[in-house]
Nanobody
Framework: QVQLVESGGGLVQAGDSLRLSCAAS????????MGWFRQAPGKEREFVAV???????YYANFVKGRFTISRDNAKNTVALQMNSLKPEDTAVYYC??????????????????????WGQGTQVTVSS
């Protein structure tokens, strides 16, 4: 069982930066794929970024070059550094975890249904 708690959201202006953090409790954190998703009002939850146990990453096209995912296995944390924020980045951001499966391409982990554990979300609001 893994519990995830996000923090770091807030209200910023367009062009600003935010760093989201996700603290995980439980054992074997280093064995999990860690992902970030977001959900804007009236829209479906969408993939943002994912990082594998070994540090491989995959990003949604709309955040490439602006967002960076990282993890610290010693501290059981995963972070999402968000730069050059835009009003369309406004959403609730969720941290998610699932046990990494061998032979499964990282792109598969863009699907939210693969994740077993979710945090409660943190609100990010970007004003224009």
């Amino acid at each position: 069982q893994v519990q995830l708690v996000e923090s770091g959201g807030g209200l910023v202006q367009a062009g600003d930066s935010l760093r989201l953090s996700c603290a995980a409790s439980g054992r074997s954190f280093s064995r999990y794929m860690m992902g970030w998703f977001r959900q804007a009002p009236g829209k479906e939850r969408e993939f943002v970024a994912v990082m594998s146990r070994s540090g491989n990453t995959y990003y949604a096209n709309f955040v490439k070059g602006r967002f960076t995912i990282s993890r610290d296995n010693a501290k059981n944390t995963v972070a999402l550094q968000m730069n050059s924020l835009k009003p369309e980045d406004t959403a609730v951001y969720y941290c998610a975890a699932t046990m990494e499966s061998s032979g499964v391409a990282i792109v598969a982990y863009t699907r939210s249904r693969l994740y077993d554990y979710w945090g409660q979300g943190t609100q990010v609001t970007v004003s224009s």
